[in-house]
């Protein structure tokens, strides 16, 4: 088989038996790869209810079709199972080497289940796989981790793993590769913990089969040259995403004093976490695999109380939450508590939001110094916030509830629900539907709530696009009659995330290539449409999955504050609000679900061929 | 125009008149065109916004003559906002502009829109 392996690793921690099967073409046409490949097989092999941090839920790490192919931009793996952090389907993805390591080993995925009695790490290394005991790792944060591994297995060897917060199961906690590429959504981090997963280290030198090398090489060479020539690759590749922490600060895009702020009247020195002056610590580029843009970077902080040696990039989120949500304009802390993050693997989003949350509650009165060991929760507080998030990595003190994250937390504090500001428990990024309104809607619509990567029309609304894609001009506060554009958008999204592809390169590439890139690959003759019905049933799956689990997935709640339940009466987002039932009944429609239960339709699902799941779904109907 | 790098505009030049003055705050794409976060614009009487942009394109790049266009647009604005209020484009293009104003031109996110994506 051209551009797949053929080959999943499904490792029962259990009973330590770790198997390969070959599922067959079938399945990787209809899903690509990716998420889309793990839904299936999780949706097949897991029955509803299970305990997210039980030994039933089963966990994949995936790759997609164009991983290990020569395809710019094609360096994620995503990692899937059903989330701590919401209950719902859940997956997070990350750049770097270990997509293309796990493909080079010769397996396009890999699948846990069961619970190890002690701590393990899955070697997968030139077609083999065995579980090795990692009893001398667990307490080890992902750094120490990382280079022991290292060490041990080759500078080659590519790790994914755990620091201390995915072993003490925090709801917040992300999968760490490469000292701070994180796979950080969803929670995922303390499903491996929970499963006494420690890491998962792949290498190897097997050269993937393709359907037609030569072309796919003329394909990317096309791609560098046609690169190299937009302007704006060279302003990302510069600065990459914290271009745009002082500007979207500015423009309610950031959200400010926990998304009650107005970045020009209560943040207006935002430019001392964004751009240049975020970039002068970096002393190193880092690209992922092969990646002519190379947005990332590695950072130091000389000396001082927040000194780091080497840690990946604060990206725009980690900007923005750790900055302007908390009014905290010293970038040196907020490289800390980056790193903080990547050691003991945290999801930089939700921590930061979990502290935003405690400032307000001490704001409030609903917190004193001695519930925080003294910590004066004060905004913009930078010794704080760094101290706070130690303390949640380590789970000591208010740091054991707060390792829950935001929402658990405010119900635990007592606080008005509204300022833990989630979706479906998953704490928001760092993009206010506000400024762009599809955000809400795909917030709460998406299987996996709370996720700005599930972009879809807010890429306009953000003033991009996918290139070559025919697409109309838009009013982005025309709230009505735009749920098949983002419809479509999303299922794009989902089909490119499923092939391995990055969000800071597949748009900038002519779409109508796609198809002679999959070609190229594998041999099939794949058109737009067939990719975006590819996404709808990746979408109409994961949906189904939610629907299973017994979730009334049309309620899912949002914070007000995001969607401007009251509106501002100051700055640049004041009066908007948005409608978000409006949206989300227009969403359904265009995907063909109800529009009041957001269950898809038998015929929906009979015509994207899941007709297993719509007679599970639909027999529930009685 | 009057060109300034940081907030040192009213020593920038001796204009000898009782012009007004318009700050505007550039971002992205349209910081990288002027070559500079901040510029001092003389506010003429009865200067409208999109006569701004023509004055900006004139002196720096063509680009900006489309900043105030409706989505999308290329290197347009992806949020013009006028003393902390957001506009509506290309509504309030004819706005006229006082003096203190200040303008912020808030750049697409994620490499922002071309002619080869409509």
């Not at chain 1, 949706?43 to 994949?60: C, F, I, K, M, T």
């Not at chain 1, 600065?239 to 107005?262: E, L, Q």
């Not at chain 1, 979408?539 to 189904?544: I, S, V």
Request: hydrophobic content about 40%.
């Amino acid at each position: 088989m051209n551009g797949n392996w053929n080959k999943i690793l499904f490792a029962n921690l259990s009973t330590g038996e770790v198997t390969v099967e070959e599922p067959g073409d079938k399945l990787y046409r209809d899903f690509l790869g990716g998420y889309g490949l793990g839904a299936q097989i999780i949706y097949s092999r897991q029955r509803p209810g299970v305990d997210p941090l039980g030994p039933d839920n089963v966990l994949g790490f995936t790759t997609g079709l164009l991983v290990g192919a020569p395809v710019v931009g094609a360096t994620r793996f995503t990692v899937c199972g059903k989330s701590p952090l919401t209950n719902t389907w859940g997956d997070a993805n990350s750049g770097g080497y270990f997509a293309t390591a796990l493909r080079r080993a010769g397996f396009d995925a890999v699948f846990f289940s069961g619970v190890a009695d002690e701590p393990v790490y899955l070697y997968v290394n030139d077609g083999e796989a065995v579980l090795r005991e990692a009893g001398a790792l667990w307490g080890k944060d992902t750094f120490e981790t990382e280079a022991t591994l290292k060490a041990q297995l080759g500078e080659d060897a590519q790790v994914a793993c755990i620091g201390p917060a995915g072993e003490n199961v925090s709801r917040i906690a992300a999968i760490i590769h490469d000292r701070g590429r994180a796979a950080a959504r969803s929670g995922l981090g303390a499903v491996m913990g929970s499963k006494r997963l420690k890491a998962v280290v792949t290498s190897g030198a097997l050269p993937l089969p393709l359907a037609d090398e030569a072309r796919a090489e003329e394909l990317r060479t096309a791609i560098l040259r046609r690169l190299r020539e937009d302007e704006s690759v060279a302003a990302f590749r510069k600065y990459g995403t914290v271009s745009h922490v002082a500007s979207s600060t500015f423009s309610g895009d950031c959200p400010v004093k926990n998304w009650d702020g107005v970045g020009l009247v209560d943040f207006p020195q935002a430019e001392l976490i964004s751009d240049d002056n975020v970039i002068k610590y970096e002393f190193k580029k880092y690209a992922c695999y092969r990646c002519p843009i190379a947005c990332g970077g590695i950072y130091k902080v000389e000396e001082g109380p927040y000194a780091v040696e080497a840690t990946q990039k604060a990206e725009y989120e980690t900007c923005g939450m750790f900055g302007s949500n908390l009014l905290n304009d010293d970038v040196e802390s907020i490289i800390k508590a980056n790193e903080i993050c990547n050691r003991y693997g945290l999801d930089t989003i939700s921590t930061a939001a979990t502290v935003a949350l405690a400032f307000e509650c001490y704001e409030r009165g609903l917190l004193t110094e001695d519930d925080t060991a003294g910590l004066g929760l004060t905004w913009g507080n930078s010794e704080a916030i760094v101290h706070l998030t130690e303390m949640i990595a380590r789970r000591e003190g208010i740091g054991d509830l707060l390792a829950e994250g935001s929402m658990v937390a405010a119900q635990e504090l007592g606080v008005d629900p509204d300022v833990a500001v989630h979706a479906g428990g998953q704490e928001l990024p760092a993009h206010d539907p506000r400024y762009a309104p599809t955000f809400a809607v795909n917030y709460v619509v998406e299987p996996t709530p709370g996720r700005h990567t599930q972009i879809g029309l807010a890429h306009m609304e953000l003033g991009s696009a996918i290139r070559g894609m025919d697409l109309p001009e838009i009013d982005k506060y025309q709230i009505e009659g735009k749920g098949e554009l983002n419809a479509r958008l999303l299922d794009f999204t989902h089909a490119a995330y499923s092939m391995g592809l990055c969000l800071f390169v597949y748009p900038r590439i002519d779409v109508q290539m796609w198809s002679e890139i999959v070609e190229a690959v594998s041999g099939w003759d794949y058109s737009l449409d067939e990719m975006l019905e590819t996404g709808a049933r990746i979408n109409a799956l994961r949906q189904a999955f939610n629907i299973r689990e017994g979730l009334d997935v049309s309620s899912v709640y949002i914070s007000p504050r995001a969607t401007g339940h009251p509106p501002d009466d100051r700055g640049p987002l004041k009066g908007i609000s948005i409608d978000v039932d409006l949206q989300r009944r227009e969403l359904y429609e265009a995907r063909g679900w109800d529009t009041q239960t957001g269950k898809p339709s038998r015929s929906t699902l009979l015509n994207l061929g899941l007709k297993d799941v719509a007679d599970d779904i639909h027999g529930m109907d009685g | 125009l009057i060109e300034t790098h940081e907030l040192h505009d009213s020593q920038a030049r001796d204009t000898g008149t009782e012009l007004g003055r318009v700050r505007v705050h550039l971002f992205g794409i349209l910081q990288t065109r002027a070559g500079k976060k901040r510029l001092t614009v003389e506010q003429k009487p009865g200067l409208t916004l999109k006569e701004l942009f023509r004055q900006l394109a004139y002196e720096y790049d063509e680009g900006f003559i489309s900043a105030g266009d409706s989505y999308p647009g290329p290197f347009m604005a992806s949020a013009v906002i006028l003393n902390g209020n957001t506009l509506r484009m290309p509504e309030d293009l004819h706005r006229t502009l006082n003096d203190g104003d200040e303008l912020y031109l808030i750049a697409p996110i994620g490499g922002g829109w071309d002619a080869s994506c409509s």
